[in-house]
C-alpha cells in the first residue's frame, strides 16, 4: 500500500469533513471530470489525425448496484496511465486538467470547457464512499490499472482489465441512517435528480440504463377480436384475448393480473393491458444550456418550457430577458419576469437569487448578490467561466466580478421594464400588480438616481383617469400653474374619490394619485418630488389651494363663528389641535386634514405596527 503523504492526509481529512457543506455534490465532481477526460479525448483527436472521434461517440455512464451499494460513473474519454492515477489521484490537489489546460492551450473555448482546475473535486467521493475503486485504461495504451482507497491511509495501483480508453469510478457507498440520506443516492431517482440539478448542462450525455414497464401490445388480430367483442358487448368468446396477452407477458410480468380462468374472463379483462419490465438507456441531462442558444434560435416555448420546469412555476413567464455579454467579464443570463408572485414573496421565508453556473456546471442555486432587493421576484440563471471559483466551488472567491455581474443585471431588468411598460402596457400593469410592492420599496431603500429610476417604474391610479398611470404621465397631464403632485392616501379607492379634499383638489383641475397600499406614502415621502414637483397629500392642512378671495371670505366667516368655533374645540377636547374654517369651499360640513408630516393614514399604520 502507498501511503497519502502526511500533509496529503491531512488536507484529505479536511476536505471530506470541511471544505464541502453538501455531500452530494460529489457526483457533480466526477461528473466533471468524465465530462473533462472526454473534452480531453476530443481534443486529442483534433490536433491528431490518428486519434480523430466523432463527437457523438463520446459520453458518460452511470450505473448503481443498491445491493452491493455501488454508484458507477464511467467515461469514454482519455484515461489515465498508471504514472496518471499516481500523479493525479494520489496526489491531492493535483489538477491534471489544469496541467492538460495551459499545455493545450485550450482556453474556455468551444471545442473544450475543461472544468477541473484544483485538483481536489475527487475527493469529495469519499464523503459518501468508503471505497473508491478507478479503472482506467489510458488512450493509446494497452494497459488498464486500477487505483483503490478507502480515503484515510493511502491507495493501491494494480494491474486491472479494461476494454477500451476510459475511466471507470467505482464507489462503495458507506452505509448511514436515513438522515444521512445514502441509501438515496442508490436508486433511479436520486441519481437522476443530482444529474438534473448539477450536471443538466454538461455537454456530454450523461446515460443511465433505467427499468421500466410497459403493457404489453397484443398481437394484432387478437387485439382486434378484442375490440370487436367490447364493441358487440358478447361475454361468451372472452378467452382468445386474455391468452395471448398471457403469452406474451409470459414470466415476465410481475405485475400483470394473473391470467383468469376461461369462463371468468369478463370485457374488462380482455381490455386491460397486461405490463412487462425492460430496460433502456436514458439520457438524463439536457446538455445544451438553452441561455447558450442564439436567442432567434430560441422558441417561446422552449422558453416557458425551460423556466417551468427549472423554477417550478405552473405559469410561463410574463416576460424572458436574455443576456450574453463578451469581453473582459463573459457570461451569458437568462432572466424571467414570473407572471405572479409566488405566495411566500412577501415572506421572510423568501430566498431571491439567480443559478450561477460556471461552465455549465451548477455552483449556487440562488445566488443572492446577483439580484438587487427590489428585483428580487425575477428568476433565472447566470454563467460565466471567468468567475473565479473558491476551492469547493460553492462560494465565489472574489466578489467583484460577480459585482459587476449584478450591477449589468439590474440595469438590464430595469431598461427591460421600461420597454414592458412603454410597449406593452396591458402585460406592465399585470406585472406592477404582482411585484410594484417590491419597487415601492426599493425607492423606499434606495436614494438618488436609483430611486429616480425606480418611481419612473411606479404605476398609480389616479381620479381623473380609468387606467393606471406612470408619474411622467401625470406630470405631463398637469394643466398651467399647478405645482405639486397630490396623492391620497386610504383603505379604498371608491372611499378616496368620494373624499371632499379630494374633490376640492380635482376642482381645481387638477389630478389626484389615489394610494391605498401602505408603502405608498412612506415611498412618496421618500421621493419627496418627481420632476421637481413635490408630492403633497390632500389632507395636509396647508395645501394652498384658495384664492385670495376665498381666503378672506374663510377668515370673515371665522370672525363671525369665533364662538362656535370654541365650542366645538371644546368638545373635541385633546382629539384635534385646532378647528378652523377651510378657505377651500367644500359641500361637506365638516372635514379633517393633518398638519406636520406624518398624515393621518401613516399615523393610523404606524399605530397599528407592532412595537
Ligand atoms: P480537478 O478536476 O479540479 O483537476 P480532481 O480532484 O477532480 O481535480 O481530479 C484530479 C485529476 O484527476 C484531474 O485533473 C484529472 O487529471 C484526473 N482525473 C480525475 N477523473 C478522471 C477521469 N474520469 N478521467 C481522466 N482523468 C481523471
Ligand atoms: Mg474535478
New binding site residues.
Given amino acids: 500500500m502507498r501511503k497519502f503523504k502526511t500533509e496529503s492526509r491531512k488536507l484529505l481529512d479536511l476536505m471530506i469533513n470541511s471544505i464541502y457543506t453538501n455531500r452530494e455534490i460529489f457526483l457533480r465532481?466526477?461528473i466533471?471530470?468524465?465530462s473533462?477526460?472526454v473534452d480531453?479525448r476530443y481534443f486529442t483527436g483534433l490536433t491528431n489525425e490518428a486519434a480523430q472521434v466523432d463527437r457523438g461517440e463520446l459520453a458518460i455512464t452511470l450505473a448503481f448496484d443498491p445491493q452491493a451499494r455501488t454508484i458507477t460513473?464511467s467515461?469514454n474519454?482519455?484515461?489515465?496511465s498508471r504514472d496518471?492515477l499516481e500523479r493525479?489521484?494520489g496526489t491531492i490537489a493535483?489538477?491534471?486538467?489544469?496541467e492538460?489546460k495551459a499545455a493545450k492551450e485550450v482556453a474556455a473555448s468551444d471545442e473544450a470547457q475543461i472544468?477541473?482546475?484544483?485538483?481536489?473535486?475527487?475527493?469529495s467521493s469519499f464523503m459518501v464512499a468508503s471505497h473508491v475503486r478507478v479503472v482506467?485504461r489510458a488512450f493509446g495504451s494497452d494497459e488498464a490499472w486500477a487505483w483503490e482507497s478507502d480515503g484515510v491511509e493511502g491507495y493501491t495501483i494494480e494491474p486491472a482489465e479494461r476494454a477500451a480508453c476510459g475511466?471507470d469510478?467505482i464507489l462503495t457507498v458507506k452505509e448511514g441512517d436515513a438522515e444521512d440520506g445514502f441509501d438515496g443516492f442508490l436508486t433511479e431517482w436520486g441519481l437522476r435528480d443530482l444529474v438534473r440539478r448539477y450536471s443538466n448542462y454538461v455537454r456530454y450525455p450523461v446515460r443511465m440504463e433505467v427499468t421500466r414497464t410497459r403493457p404489453v401490445e397484443q398481437p394484432a388480430d387478437e387485439a382486434d377480436k378484442a375490440a370487436d367483442k367490447a364493441a358487440d358487448g358478447a361475454s361468451g368468446e372472452a378467452s382468445s384475448a386474455a391468452t395471448s396477452a398471457d403469452e406474451v407477458a409470459g414470466g415476465d410480468a410481475p405485475e400483470a393480473p394473473a391470467p383468469s380462468d376461461a369462463a371468468d374472463a369478463s370485457d374488462e379483462d380482455a381490455a386491460t393491458p397486461r405490463y412487462e419490465t425492460y430496460t433502456e438507456v436514458e439520457t438524463l441531462n439536457s446538455m445544451v444550456p438553452i441561455w447558450k442558444r442564439r436567442r432567434s434560435e430560441v422558441t417561446t416555448e422552449e422558453l416557458d418550457a425551460f423556466y417551468q420546469s427549472d423554477f417550478h412555476d405552473y405559469e410561463a413567464p410574463l416576460k424572458s430577458i436574455g443576456v450574453h455579454a463578451e469581453g473582459s467579464l463573459s457570461y451569458d443570463a437568462l432572466l424571467f419576469v414570473p407572471s405572479h408572485a409566488p405566495f411566500d414573496m412577501y415572506s421572510r421565508d423568501y430566498e431571491k437569487g439567480l443559478a450561477l453556473y460556471s461552465s455549465n456546471v451548477l455552483i449556487m442555486d440562488k445566488c443572492p448578490d446577483l439580484l438587487p432587493d427590489h428585483f428580487m421576484f425575477v428568476r433565472g440563471v447566470v454563467d460565466s467561466a471567468d468567475l473565479a471559483l473558491n476551492i469547493s466551488r460553492e462560494t465565489l472567491q472574489r466578489n467583484s466580478q460577480l459585482r459587476a455581474i449584478a450591477s449589468k443585471v439590474e440595469k438590464k431588468i430595469g431598461a427591460e421594464l421600461a420597454a414592458m411598460r412603454d410597449g406593452d402596457r396591458e402585460a406592465y400593469e399585470r406585472f406592477f400588480q404582482a411585484f410594484g410592492r417590491c419597487l415601492k420599496f426599493g425607492i423606499y431603500t434606495s436614494y438618488g438616481a436609483k430611486a429616480a429610476d425606480l418611481a419612473d417604474l411606479m404605476l398609480f391610479h389616479a381620479a381623473a383617469a380609468d387606467r393606471m398611470q406612470t408619474l411622467r404621465e401625470y406630470a405631463d397631464a398637469m394643466p398651467e400653474g399647478q405645482e405639486a403632485i397630490y396623492y391620497a392616501f386610504g383603505e379604498s379607492r371608491e372611499h378616496l374619490a368620494r373624499l371632499p379634499l379630494v374633490r376640492a383638489v380635482r376642482e381645481k383641475g387638477y389630478d389626484v394619485l389615489l394610494c391605498t397600499e401602505d408603502i405608498d406614502e412612506f415611498c412618496l415621502k421618500a421621493l419627496g418630488s418627481y420632476a421637481e414637483h413635490p408630492f403633497v397629500n390632500v389632507a395636509d392642512a396647508d395645501l394652498d389651494l384658495a384664492t385670495q378671495e376665498e381666503r378672506d371670505r374663510a377668515a370673515e366667516t371665522e370672525r363671525e363663528n369665533a364662538e362656535l368655533l370654541s365650542a366645538i374645540r371644546a368638545a373635541l377636547g385633546d382629539e384635534v389641535e385646532k378647528v378652523t374654517v377651510s378657505a377651500r369651499v367644500l359641500d361637506v360640513p365638516a372635514a379633517l386634514s393633518t398638519t406636520g408630516s406624518v398624515s393621518l393614514e401613516m399615523e393610523r399604520l404606524l399605530a397599528r405596527m407592532p412595537e
Fill in positions: 465532481e466526477l466533471s471530470n468524465a473533462d477526460a480531453k460513473v467515461d474519454g482519455i484515461g489515465m496518471d493525479n489521484l493535483h489538477s491534471g486538467s489544469a492538460f472544468i477541473g482546475q484544483f485538483g481536489v473535486g475527487f475527493y482506467s475511466t469510478v
